[in-house]
Nanobody, 115 residues
Framework: QVQLVESGGGLVQPGGSLRLSCAAS????????MGWYRQSPGKQRELVAV???????SFADSVLGRFTISRDDAGTTVYLQMNSLKPDDTAVYYC?????????WGRGTQVTVSS
């Protein structure tokens, strides 16, 4: 059974940084992409950043230049480095792994940007 566990969320002041991690366990194969989504109250879940199996990356316009996404060499952990955080970045952040066999989600980690 595949499980994704996020960590690294918390409270940070505007302009600060956080690094989210998502560790996958279980048997995962045929990964197409690993990514991060977020959802704030009253809004739909939105894509924040994704890294594809071939190594290319894509970001939401709202985080371009501030967030970076990376993964470990084993391809089982994905990171989201968030810099210059803004109050609008406040949300629950979810990890996603998309494979040919299925779509997997973590339970989410809360990020709150506030002074």
């Amino acid at each position: 059974q595949v499980q994704l566990v996020e960590s690294g969320g918390g409270l940070v002041q505007p302009g600060g940084s956080l690094r989210l991690s998502c560790a996958a366990s279980g048997s995962i194969s045929s990964i197409i992409s690993m990514g991060w989504y977020r959802q704030s109250p009253g809004k739909q879940r939105e894509l924040v950043a994704v890294i594809f199996a071939v190594g290319s990356r894509s970001f939401a316009d709202s985080v371009l230049g501030r967030f970076t996404i990376s993964r470990d060499d084993a391809g089982t952990t994905v990171y989201l480095q968030m810099n210059s955080l803004k109050p609008d970045d406040t949300a629950v952040y979810y990890c996603n792994i998309y494979t040919r066999m299925g779509d997997y989600w973590g339970r989410g980690t809360q990020v709150t940007v506030s002074s």
